[in-house]
């Protein structure tokens, strides 16, 4: 199976996109939307992961406690005890971890340098080419290819 650093590095992505903690969660939900993503990092000024935002804190942290998402700070609805993985690590691990603890985003850290974010899709995307490459070759030894 890949390990973390080759599946984000197969991402078209221009680079790892983050928001800081002082900025409005409608800024947030606004870099998601243009982003296409669910999550993003929350880095402060020197560029340190400090928290990650998610639509699911959107929809538990400012629409059920009927909050504004132009006066709020990312910070008030981020989640601070950010499980993290790196980029050598298995997209099997990932997947434990995801399941484990019911994420949907993992960031990735290398020497304490966030250089990417896994999602949920990027694991099952992957888990599912890994096992039709797998099908392809069990067939291919039945016929004595």
């Known amino acids: 199976?890949?390990?973390?650093?080759?599946?984000?590095?197969?991402?078209?992505?221009?680079?790892?996109v983050m928001i800081a903690p002082e900025d409005s969660v409608f800024d947030a939900l606004k870099l998601m939307a243009e982003k296409n993503v669910g999550a993003l990092p929350v880095a402060d000024a020197s560029g340190?992961?400090?928290g990650i935002v998610s639509e699911r804190d959107y929809a538990r942290k400012i629409?059920?406690?009927?909050?504004?998402?132009?006066?709020t700070p990312v910070s008030a609805i981020m989640t601070s005890k950010v499980i993290t993985v790196e980029p050598r690590q298995s997209i099997r691990e990932c997947m434990e971890i995801m399941t484990e603890k019911h994420l949907r985003h993992l960031?990735?850290?290398?020497?304490?340098?966030?250089?990417?974010?896994?999602?949920?899709g990027d694991v099952v995307k992957e888990t599912m080419a890994e096992q039709d490459n797998?099908?392809?070759?069990l067939e291919q030894y039945i016929r004595g290819e």
């Open 1 to 16: 199976m890949k390990t973390v650093a080759q599946v984000i590095g197969a991402k078209q992505t221009q680079g790892i």
């Open 48 to 50: 340190r992961l400090v």
């Open 63 to 71: 629409v059920l406690q009927g909050r504004s998402s132009f006066v």
């Open 107 to 120: 960031p990735v850290l290398d020497e304490g340098r966030t250089v990417g974010l896994l999602s949920i």
């Open 134 to 137: 797998l099908i392809q070759q």
